[in-house]
Nanobody, 126 residues
Framework: QLQLVESGGGLVQAGGSLRLSCTAS????????ITWFRQAPGKEREGVSC????????DYIGSLKGRFTISRDNAKNTVYLQMNSLEPEDTAVYYC???????????????????WGKGTLVTVSS
């Protein structure tokens, strides 16, 4: 059973940066695509970015591309989300989720996830 733990959240001023980590235990991430989601106060959860199990494909939602970068280190069983030029609108609980892809290393998506972490809070002050 794959377990995911997010870390790296915190309070940062607008324009600052944070790097979130999603670390897995209980199984290898080698066969899992990873997606980051976020949920702002009073809003629905939304997809942020995803990465294929081999790291060769990444995707970003809307204007986040260019400010956020997703990457993974399968040797460390960890996926990262580097967030730069943070804005108050980025304030949210950030979750990582895994989709088992088996031996299909390409592709990722924003629905039908198999495992979820409990989230880490990011607060961006103006």
């Amino acid at each position: 059973q794959l377990q995911l733990v997010e870390s790296g959240g915190g309070l940062v001023q607008a324009g600052g940066s944070l790097r979130l980590s999603c670390t897995a235990s209980g199984d290898t991430l080698d066969y899992h695509a990873i997606t980051w989601f976020r949920q702002a106060p009073g809003k629905e959860r939304e997809g942020v970015s995803c990465i294929s199990s081999n790291g060769g494909y990444t995707d970003y939602i809307g204007s986040l591309k260019g400010r956020f970068t997703i990457s993974r280190d399968n040797a460390k069983n960890t996926v990262y989300l580097q967030m730069n030029s943070l804005e108050p609108e980025d304030t949210a609980v950030y979750y990582c989720a895994a989709e088992y892809r088996g031996r299909m290393p390409v592709g990722c998506k924003y629905y039908g996830m198999d495992y979820w972490g409990k989230g880490t809070l990011v607060t961006v002050s103006s």
